[in-house]
């Protein structure tokens, strides 16, 4: 099976600092890919490049087969992939199924002209609302939701507007345990979509149960990349991890 | 929808404004009856607010957005007395053109300003203080002495003295930019970029555009104002709207445009405005002096931030599911 996305030696600096190097990576489609490292291991910076935010200063980045340059957020987004962060990414002033429609709202013809449908946005988030059975209203402004059902709104968005990838940056942070839960079953759900899912957090055992692969990342290089089927427990990998750092 | 006491609650917060219209002109009302109780007097509050509700509403558009115009009352001034001054100079100027040349001069400062703010970034607060300032130096150069009214075409003049065709005018452009700020995707985008101008450029929403876009139609706003304004004042005065950034201001957010940008109806703006104008019509009627008028003012603008500050608080309350 061919890979959807395809990193060839990315190498990223931020003046001295070598954020990045020389990282390979390969997302298969449906699959969940745990992306795990401390603070300063390049997580983020891969995200960001990966979401159009920074480009690469060395490598390729291939998308279902073809060499492509991510230039720009859109340019992300026209591949199909999404990313959702805890803070950003939606208005917190807005319903829930504005921002479910944010810069893509369906339009009605009215007369000559062509307006914005609302009650179509409101039908549809509902069906969102219902896929991940989020606990909110359609209606209801976003800032009314917990830090997980915020989330499990933009994976629904990712997911109503199809797309390929979905990044998750880590969205267990500072989340209650239910809401830890919640993203999880959103994971899952992507999943059973047959959408990708590259799920960064520095918190190995919660990814475990539904990861199919963990890549960790160490001071910006890729130390393991591993199916999920060859360690029993989350524990048994987590020593795995420390015995690779250990050694530097 | 079930009718709630938190559903009309919210609904008198929403609505504020004109509640606050109302309670004002009653209060009126009751102080002076014999003033206050006839129909000319209410047509005449509603024709006066008309130059400042074109005002409010361009100081509307820059706060959805979550930026600041403070130049709009040199904007209009300009966009006055440049039109007056070649009307004055061309008596026989064209009918049409002459109607759409306030319109013209306004949209090109606002544009001057959205593009010093929306596209090359700088700060919105510095940058419209600065072109203000131009405005209001270009006014002069161009005109320094009031223009009057009888030196202009009488057409002119007449269309912002008519008070029938100055209100419905107001209300025709109030009702095509409230529809088109809630139902066209531009608008969405315009309170996107006001309620989180990063997550909207995240999701695609090129908001220096639509900054520059904002601060454009406030300018083509002013310039209605300077058409009113001209036919009000049967002329162009030098100092023509030269204080009314803060009334504009304040009629805005009382008028429930949000400091913090994202969301207000400029609908409900105008109800600001007509709070501003029937205030400023009962210190007028009870012989206020100027002195005293200032100091209202700026209480009205202080009130006004505080009651944002406490609306916001109090919609939460409600809003917030149980």
């Known amino acids: 099976m061919e890979p959807l996305l395809r990193l060839r030696n990315i190498h990223k600096w931020f003046e001295k600092v070598h954020a990045l190097n020389g990282i390979n990576l390969d997302v298969y489609p449906g699959e969940i890919v745990g992306l795990i490292g401390d603070n300063g291991a390049g997580k983020s910076t891969l995200v960001k490049i990966l979401s159009g935010v920074l480009r690469p200063d060395e490598g390729e980045i291939f998308w279902e087969g073809k060499k492509v340059k991510i230039s720009s957020v859109q340019d992300a987004r026209k591949l199909g992939i999404e990313t959702v962060h805890q803070e950003r990414g939606f208005v917190d002033c807005f319903s829930i199924s504005k921002n479910i429609f944010l810069g893509r709202e369906p339009k009605k013809p009215l007369f000559f002209l062509k307006i914005v449908d609302y009650c179509k946005m409101r039908e549809e988030a509902q069906k969102v609302i219902n896929w991940l059975n989020l606990k909110v209203d359609p209606d209801q402004e976003m800032r009314f939701a917990s830090g997980g059902e915020k989330q499990g709104v933009v994976v629904g968005r990712a997911m109503y507007f199809k797309a390929k990838l979905v990044i998750l940056d880590e969205p267990t942070r500072a989340l209650s345990v239910a809401g830890v839960e919640r993203v999880l079953e959103f994971t899952e759900a992507l999943k059973n979509s047959r959408i990708s899912c590259i799920f960064v957090t520095h918190t190995l055992h919660q990814i475990f149960k539904i990861a199919d692969r963990f890549v960790i990342l160490y001071r910006g290089e890729k130390k393991l990349d591993v199916e999920k089927k060859e360690f029993s427990s989350a524990e048994e990998l987590e020593a795995k991890v420390l015995e690779i750092i250990k050694v530097h | ?322």
């Open chain 2, 1 to 322: 929808m079930r009718l709630s006491i938190e559903k009309v609650t919210l609904f008198f917060l929403d609505q504020m404004a004109w509640l606050l219209v109302a309670l004002f002109y009653l209060s009126f009302i009751i102080l002076r009856p014999s003033a206050m109780l006839n129909l000319s007097t209410f047509r005449f509050l509603l024709y006066s607010s008309v130059p400042l509700g074109f005002l409010v509403v361009a100081e509307a558009i820059p706060l959805i957005t979550g930026n600041f115009d403070l130049s709009v009352g040199q904007i209009t001034g300009l966009a006055a007395m440049a039109a007056a001054y070649i009307l004055l100079r061309n008596p026989n100027f064209n009918f049409i053109l002459a109607f759409i040349m306030p319109f013209v001069f306004g949209t090109l400062c606002g544009a001057l300003n959205g593009f010093l703010v929306g596209l090359i970034n700088f700060n919105p607060f510095l940058v419209t203080l600065g072109t203000s300032l131009l405005f209001d130096g270009l006014t002069l150069m161009i005109h320094p002495q009031s223009i009057w009214g009888l030196d202009l075409p009488r057409y002119y003049v007449s269309f912002g003295s008519n008070e029938y065709i100055a209100l419905l005018f107001f209300i025709m452009v109030l009702l095509i930019l409230g529809l088109a700020l809630r139902y066209s995707r531009t608008g969405i985008h315009i309170y996107a970029t006001g309620g989180d101008r990063v997550s909207s450029e995240m999701l695609g929403i090129k908001t220096n555009w639509i900054i520059f876009l904002a601060y454009t139609i406030a300018g083509f706003l002013c310039g209605g104002a300077a058409l009113i304004y001209t036919g009000f004042c049967n002329g162009v005065p030098l100092n023509l709207a030269d204080g009314a950034l803060f009334p504009a201001f304040a009629g805005a957010v009382i008028g429930g445009i949000s400091l913090a940008g994202g969301r207000g109806s400029v609908i409900n703006a105008f109800g600001g405005c007509l709070v501003v104008g029937t205030l400023e019509a009962g210190l007028t009627m009870f012989a206020i002096s100027p002195e005293m008028r200032k100091a209202a003012m700026g209480i009205l603008v202080i009130f006004a931030i505080l009651l944002d500050r406490l609306r916001i608080t109090y919609r939460d309350k409600l809003l917030r599911p149980k």
